[in-house]
């Protein structure tokens, strides 16, 4: 049941990145950050208020809980500041397969942080992952990258570190409480942060610029929202694996790159399906590397 939800994740991922894209496009980061944490906190208010009234012993009473979660949300808020800057200014072709490199990650913070072990499948996996970073950053220089554009480059990788980070967590997070107490208490705060943001640059002079509403930008909060519900699900089931979770959500680069290739018509499409080739085979072996 656990890969299923896993599955649905993924999909919902890759549709978000899409959104993502067209929201992005002429519009403020910052604002339509703001106003995505908004639409799925008001998407998942009735849990919110639910929970608060009942007081539950989990949450409701506990200041160790809440804390946690606050963290929670600005390690995914500073990952998404970072993504969003990055999917702004590059292709999607070369943020998707950034992006999915976060289950290597996750599976080298597993190693490190749980004292888990890797067998030859999965160093496999994570030579062929460093291979498709390193083809990525070779992409970037033949398609005529400037250092201006070598920051949002590191944006793309800074929000895969931090993502990873997040994934991480969360599998903490999850022996202590249930998914959508977690999924709903933690986008209510990163509303917050991002009101008390958005605030600070209107009365310091910085006011965003270029800002139009646009449909697609309430539903990568319905997209984000339904892929995390399934994530936190699956993550939940006993028998889940983080490090099999967070590869197999990775495959949502699959639909952002097929847009980006078919719709958008980004170019060095053949060079960057063979890094994303690349990339899934080292997926692949991780799978099979963490089920034996």
Not at 63 to 91: C, D, E, F, N, Q
Request: with cysteine.
């Amino acid at each position: 049941m656990w890969i299923l939800l896993a599955m649905a994740s993924a999909l919902g991922l890759g549709v978000y990145d899409i959104f993502k894209k067209k929201s992005l496009t002429g519009n403020d980061v910052f604002m339509v950050l703001f106003c995505t944490t908004a639409v799925s906190t008001l998407l998942l208010s009735p849990y919110i208020v639910m929970d608060a009234m009942e007081e539950t012993q989990s949450l409701g009473d506990s200041t160790r809980g809440l804390l946690l979660l606050m963290g929670k949300a600005v390690i995914v808020l500073s990952s998404w500041a970072l993504g969003y800057a990055a999917i702004k200014h590059l292709p999607l072709t070369i943020t998707g397969p950034i992006n999915a490199t976060r289950p290597l990650m996750v599976l080298v913070g597993a190693l490190l942080i749980f004292g888990e072990s890797l067998n030859l499948w999965q160093w496999g996996g994570i030579v062929l992952g460093v291979c498709s970073l390193l083809f990525i950053s070779r992409l970037g220089r033949k398609e005529g990258f400037t250092h201006e554009h070598a920051k949002w480059l590191w944006c793309s990788m800074g929000a895969a570190v931090t993502g990873a980070l997040s994934g991480l967590y969360d599998r903490h997070l999850m022996t202590m409480l249930n998914p959508l107490e977690v999924q709903s208490w933690y986008s209510l705060f990163q509303t917050i942060i991002m009101a008390v943001i958005v605030l600070a640059m209107y009365l310091t002079g910085h006011k965003p610029k270029g800002f139009r509403w646009v449909w697609t930008i309430p539903m990568i909060s319905v997209c984000l929202t339904l892929a995390d519900i399934a994530y936190f699900y699956s993550l939940s089931q006993p028998d889940a694996k983080i490090a099999v979770v967070s590869m197999m959500r990775r495959g949502s680069v699959i639909v952002s790159f097929l847009y980006g290739v078919i719709v958008l018509k980004e170019k060095n499409a053949r060079m960057k399906a063979l890094d994303l080739l690349l990339l899934l085979v080292g997926l692949i072996l991780l799978a099979i590397g963490s089920q034996k």
